[in-house]
């Protein structure tokens, strides 16, 4: 552990110089010409540490890197993204730049740097001579927006891995994340029925004033104390004030902890029924990402971590969060997930993004020495 951990801290330039490499090239997921720039760089720089690499070619959106490096036991498939929520040209309102031990740009937090710990870890791995299982490496394009074209391979992959780590950042002070709520988004739509509003208003059927009496049922079905939370995000609906409304919309943003909490959720949106006479409701919609919860196996993966970082000299924490990322997948998949590996660091999706570079070896031994532990 101890020459990991030097080996990883004689080595944090080259840490920082793949974190602005990648940061350079942008990547919004939207735009898969950028982000396969972003992708070649990551290959090319997967190839030199000594990785077979395949991409897992896609139409719309970037195409995925699968990235594999040879050892003994069952794999470690470490999991993560490059792609980003910033548009091209971001780069000009928010320039890469180190301010002390901060390294600023978008993307450095979430999460092109956890993609250099990973190369940092197995650079380290390598110059050690340390055994290590072998290593799946899933680096993939469209997280930010849903990961419609990268949930079959993590699950495919995730399956037949050990553990999955992922390199998303830490939370707040570097805790690892143990728990992720699932996350569900439910369309509301109410068809009404026109008519004009001061000739024949008994006539119609109001879309709206249906739609708001769902809204309020739906609030009902938030429970915070179980840390199910329910927000009604969008609503729409209507033409004219003297138009009683045909059409009304709402877009639902629900959390939920654990899978009986989002089967719950579900449910209760399939049981709504129209209120008032004469309006039809469809509901679309479901829990996308389900829980990362802290099973048995999650919380022995992490007593492994934790046994690793006292042994780097620090006291590894945990905690959860509302946020979902592709570890929730695999946690579903009974696989045991470690998330939140990444950097330290603030400003996820803000203007503020940035990593503590001074955190960087430290976080780059501490996936070498699990991976050395997780070696069967
Ligand atoms: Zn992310």
Known sequence: MERLLQHCESHVDEIVETIEALVRLESPSTDKAAVDRCGAEIAERLRRAGADVELLRREERGDHILARIPGSGRPVLLLGHFDTVWPVGALGRMALRRDGTRLHGPGTFDMKAGIAIALGAIAALRATGTEHPPISMLWTTDEEIGSGTSREPIESIARGAAAVLVLEPALPGGALKTARKGCGEFELTVQGIAAHAGVDPGKGASAIHELAAQVARIQRFEDLDRGVSVNVGIIEGGSRPNVVAEHAR?????RAPTMTDARRVEAEFQRLQPVGRGTRLNIRGGFERPPLERTAAVAHLFSVARGVASLLGRDLQEGSTG??????????????????????????????????????????????????????
């Open 250 to 254: 709402a877009v639902v943003d629900v």
């Open 323 to 376: 946020g979902g990322s592709d570890g929730n997948f695999t946690g579903a998949l009974g696989v045991p997930t470690i998330d939140g590996l990444g950097p330290v660091g603030d400003g996820a999706h803000a203007a503020h993004e940035y990593v503590d570079v001074a955190e960087l070896p430290w976080r780059a031994a501490l996936v070498a020495g699990l991976l050395n532990r997780l070696t069967s």
